[in-house]
């Protein structure tokens, strides 16, 4: 039977959650020959993606990424409405101005290239 990333991120987190860090080393050599031997080497960035987003979830923690022309945005807060924000900060050379903000599947962009996104679009 084969396994979708998410189910691998979610096996993950249950097969390392409260496990010592020895522990935790043996576990993730064991899940990295599991992964070759099933030929799915390449679902290893999801799978830790998925891993991570169950951690937060479980911590009750949500992730959020600021991503801007420079990298130093410091806009979120670290709390919002009692829940913590496990923020990322993000240099995205693509963005010549502006900034956008991801909090959970919320997303917030308010950057050059959107406006001239909209400005194209109000045009046609």
Same mark, same amino acid.
């Given at each position: 039977?084969? /396994?979708?990333?998410? =189910?691998? $991120?979610?096996?993950?987190?249950?097969?390392? +959650? %409260?496990?010592?860090?020895?522990?935790?080393?043996? *576990?993730? +050599? @064991?899940?990295?020959?599991?992964?070759?031997?099933? $030929? #799915?080497?390449?679902?290893?960035?999801?799978?830790?993606?998925?891993? !991570?987003?169950?951690? /937060?979830?479980?911590?009750?923690? *949500?992730?959020? %990424?600021?991503?801007?022309?420079? $990298? #130093?945005?410091?806009?979120?807060?670290?709390?919002? +409405?009692?829940t913590e924000l496990y923020v990322? =900060?993000?240099? #995205?050379?693509? /963005?010549?101005?502006?900034?956008?903000? !991801?909090? $959970?599947?919320? %997303? *917030?962009?308010?950057? *050059? !290239?959107?406006?001239? %996104? !909209?400005?194209?679009? @109000? /045009?046609?």
């Open positions: 039977m084969k /396994l979708n990333s998410k =189910q691998y $991120g979610l096996a993950l987190y249950k097969l390392t +959650h %409260r496990k010592s860090e020895h522990e935790m080393k043996s *576990i993730l +050599h @064991a899940f990295a020959r599991f992964l070759f031997s099933n $030929g #799915d080497t390449s679902k290893v960035k999801d799978v830790v993606r998925f891993y !991570d987003e169950t951690k /937060l979830k479980a911590e009750g923690r *949500i992730r959020s %990424r600021v991503r801007s022309a420079y $990298g #130093d945005e410091n806009v979120l807060p670290r709390h919002m +409405h009692g990322e =900060q993000e240099k #995205d050379p693509n /963005l010549v101005a502006g900034i956008t903000v !991801d909090v $959970g599947d919320l %997303r *917030i962009e308010n950057s *050059i !290239d959107k406006r001239l %996104r !909209d400005l194209k679009t @109000a /045009l046609s």
